[in-house]
């Protein structure tokens, strides 16, 4: 029998798919929303407004690039009149001067900053964009002077993951309170440049040794969180804390999701705020029923002792490489196709071309138009894999 349901408690708001860099690994979905469809300043606040009705404590302010927005500092404000925690995820390129102090007169409590790379050539290359290092070093710099908390996030691929020690140095340096090392997740623009980004296992576990030791060096000075890669995983991460558990996420033209990828579960359809209260999505939407709770698992989820640890792991992903958004998340020790999934990044690193230049073979993120590769390496339908 499934717990019974209880309020959330964070929301990601991605306000709008516009963002000066095209990484290949980003989240958002392949068909980015233009400007004229994102919602307006009074629509966000009155979502804003409901959230915080129903129990929601933290707000994520995301995008694409949210400072984007002209009315960011009027966004934040209105959260922070609701008392609720406001945490802006930035790639801090092309801020006007005096917006960083402004975000903070309004109420922002905490700024997550991504980075590349380490190395500026990095940062520039898998961002695509030249000078984009630097403006993150100022962006980090003006957060910190106006006396914000800083985390800085390094999305870890092949290209970059070489850095890891240097990314520590770099948050260090930047006089971060926190550190997310989060190895790619592979939905979105991210799977389909699963080939061109996918690590080797000997880079993964040098990684985990290297933050392992980090946390214990850094301990009382920075926190160093570390985001495991699901495709040489035993068992699955609590995706979302579980399926429409305790957190949802809003894309720019107000369609609630359980999740960022939920959209490329064929079965599924989802309610746009408007056409419906956040309250009422939220309790009776059949998209964020469809795998809330336990009752929907079959076997091996339904007997298992970790189904209220994990959840089943991630639908999406289920989706993607078992073509079934029920079935268990193949990163799974226990699922029938696990082997897949390292054979999936086995045969990515295999067919990328090691002697191209770096980012070659990426697909950059663009708005408008069919993802196409700048220099295409060959790719695997997952299905032509066996199990
Ligand atoms: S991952 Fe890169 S392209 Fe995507 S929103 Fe963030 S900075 Fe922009
Ligand atoms: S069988 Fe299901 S519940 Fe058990 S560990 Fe695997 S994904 Fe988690």
């Not at 409590?109 to 964009?129: K, Y």
């Not at 240097?166 to 790619?184: C, D, H, K, M, Y």
């Not at 029920?326 to 390292?342: F, G, L, N, Q, Y």
Request: hydrophobic share 40%; net charge negative.
């Amino acid at each position: 029998m499934s717990a019974p349901l209880l309020p959330p408690i964070g929301m990601l708001a991605e306000l709008t798919h516009r963002c000066p860099l095209q990484c290949p690994y980003c989240s958002n979905p392949v068909e980015l929303l233009k400007a004229n469809r994102e919602m307006d300043t009074a629509t966000w606040l009155d979502l804003f407004n409901q959230a915080a009705d129903l129990g929601v404590l933290q707000v994520h302010l995301s995008g694409g690039e949210p400072t984007l927005r002209r009315d960011l500092e009027q966004l934040i404000a209105g959260l922070s009149a609701r008392g609720v925690y406001t945490n802006l995820i930035t790639a801090g390129v092309g801020i006007a001067d005096g917006r960083i102090e402004a975000f903070a007169a309004a109420g922002l409590d905490h700024v997550q900053l991504s980075f590349q790379g380490a190395r500026p050539e990095t940062t520039e290359m898998v961002g695509n964009q030249r000078g984009s290092h630097d403006k993150k070093l100022e962006t980090a710099r003006r957060a910190r002077a106006a006396g914000l908390p800083l985390t800085i996030n390094a999305p870890i691929h092949r290209h970059n993951i070489d850095e890891v020690p240097e990314f520590i140095e770099l948050a260090l340096s930047l006089g971060a309170e926190r550190l997310e090392i989060a190895n790619v997740q592979y939905s979105g623009w991210a799977l389909a440049n699963r080939d061109a980004l996918m690590p080797d296992r000997a880079s993964i576990e040098r990684q985990a040794e290297i933050v392992e030791a980090a946390r214990t060096r850094l301990a009382g000075i920075m926190n160093i969180d570390f985001v495991t890669p699901d495709y040489y995983a035993t068992y699955p991460k609590p995706c979302m804390g579980g399926w429409a558990r305790d957190a949802f996420m809003v894309a720019p033209d107000g369609t609630v999701l359980p999740c960022h990828a939920a959209q490329t579960i064929p079965s599924l359809s989802f309610e746009r705020f408007g056409e419906r209260s956040l309250a009422g999505i939220w309790i009776s939407s059949p998209a964020f029923n469809a795998f809330r709770g336990t009752d929907w698992m079959q076997e091996p989820c339904r007997s298992c002792e970790r189904r209220e640890i994990d959840w089943g792991g991630c639908r999406c992903q289920a989706m993607a490489i078992a073509g079934d958004a029920a079935a268990t998340d193949p990163a799974c020790v226990k699922s029938p196709i696990h082997a897949r999934m390292e054979a999936l990044a086995r045969a990515g690193i295999v067919a990328a071309d090691r002697s191209a230049v770096p980012g070659s073979g990426f697909i950059y993120r663009r708005i408008g138009g069919a993802p196409q590769a700048e220099n295409p390496v060959p790719s695997r339908p997952d299905r032509a894999l066996a199990g």
